[in-house]
């Protein structure tokens, strides 16, 4: 076995180096973003073969590369950041990198325990789903049913963490509803065209609708997390997890927000999804501390503004679900927003040398400062939107 292991990775560093060699250089934005981008994804790949293991990178830790468990929420980027390479190269020896990774997490279409399922499914099997590996339709559909397990009918949202232990158990939460899980939707949606089954539609517009009622301020921005009662489904409270404070607006949560309600829109042809979309797109371009590179603070009202972290990740999530907002109407607005985003992500301010930043295409994103975690570091999902917004452009 070792043996074979060890012969796999000789052929497929072997087959990495090739790839790189095949895409020429050429002239335009575009292409010179994805000829970087091969040629850092080329290094991260070696670094993980030599190791002989299935690695899955997040972010740098203490100046080395940090990686996880496939339990992790995290865990379906780095995968999905495979197969957009693929897409963007057209490339096979991505394709079996990206096969190799994303059935590295397979038994993830069996958890329950948090909502993420969504993300991590959604962006490995459902975008191997989408280029042809028809043998991933029964996971994503799995998944879905793992996902539903976590709908609170009464309240008519889908459970974000359980509250009986770590943190969230500190909290004094019934049933937390984080803006984030507007992204597990997605998954929702993809299961009922590919099963035939409603239930896992049903499910998702539910929680959108309540998503608009409760989590939403008038001007549009958005609460981090919601509480629900699980006895009458009336909101207890309303909260923050990782932004500065509750009635301040996180900005990667924000981000989330825009993101899911044009896939839900997208899903549905509902036109309240895509003006909720849109609104919460306006509250960000028109806010006073909106900086002029488009690259957002962590959180808009942080106290120490201008000193305070930017969030590349929030811009990458923004700039990716842009270039499809383009498509729904007011094309030019929307795409030239995508791109000025895209294009302050690749300068030099936010983009990473070849060879550094842990072999991460972005640097200068934060996890959750009040967590004192992963703050002005690369992470995993700021490049997977990166290249996701890089794809949607063309």
Not at 128 to 143: D, F, K, P, S, W
Not at 158 to 170: L, R, T
Not at 249 to 254: L, N
Request: proline share 4%.
């Amino acid at each position: 076995m070792k043996k074979s292991v060890l012969l796999f990775a000789t052929i497929l560093y072997a087959a990495v180096s090739a790839c790189t060699q095949t895409v020429q250089p050429k002239s335009g934005f575009l292409e010179e973003n994805i000829r970087f981008a091969v040629a850092q994804e080329k290094l991260q790949v070696e670094a993980i073969e030599k190791s002989g293991k299935v690695l899955n990178p997040r972010t740098v830790a203490n100046g080395k590369v940090k990686y996880i468990r496939m339990e992790d929420w995290t865990s379906g980027f780095y995968p999905g950041t495979m197969w957009y390479l693929y897409e963007l190269t057209g490339d096979t020896t991505w394709k079996t990198i990206a096969k190799k990774q994303t059935e590295a997490i397979d038994s993830v279409k069996f958890l329950t325990w948090h909502h993420d399922v969504g993300f991590m499914i959604q962006c490995s099997f459902g975008n191997g789903l989408r280029l042809g590996e028809e043998n991933y339709r029964e996971v994503v559909i799995q998944a879905a049913k793992s996902l539903s397990t976590r709908f609170r009918p009464v309240a008519g949202v889908f459970q974000s963490w359980n509250v009986d232990k770590g943190w969230q158990s500190e909290r004094g939460w019934e049933c937390p509803v984080i803006i984030d899980n507007m992204m597990n939707l997605e998954l929702l949606f993809n299961a009922t065209r590919l099963s035939g089954d409603s239930s896992f539609y049903k499910l998702a517009v539910s929680h959108a609708d309540q998503t608009i009622k409760n989590h939403y301020r008038p001007d549009y921005s958005c609460y981090h997390v919601v509480d629900y009662s699980l006895t009458d489904g009336t909101v207890r409270n309303r909260h923050t997890a990782q932004g500065y404070a509750h009635e301040t607006s996180w900005a990667r949560g924000q981000a989330w927000g825009i993101y899911g309600f044009t896939v839900c829109y997208r899903e549905t042809q509902d036109p309240k999804y895509l003006l909720q979309a849109q609104k919460a797109f306006e509250f960000v371009v028109h806010h006073k501390n909106f900086p002029a590179d488009f690259v957002p603070y962590w959180d808009f009202d942080a106290p120490k503004i201008p000193n305070e972290p930017r969030d590349a990740s929030a811009a990458a999530i923004m700039a990716s679900t842009l270039y499809e907002l383009s498509g729904y109407g007011n094309g030019a607005y929307y795409r030239g927003w995508a791109d000025k985003i895209t294009k302050s992500l690749a300068s030099p301010a936010y983009r990473a040398k070849l060879g550094e930043n842990g072999n991460f295409l972005l640097m200068h994103s934060v996890g959750s400062i009040p967590h004192g975690a992963e703050i002005d570091v690369p992470l995993n999902y700021a490049d997977y939107y990166f290249l996701e917004a890089l794809l949607r452009s063309k």
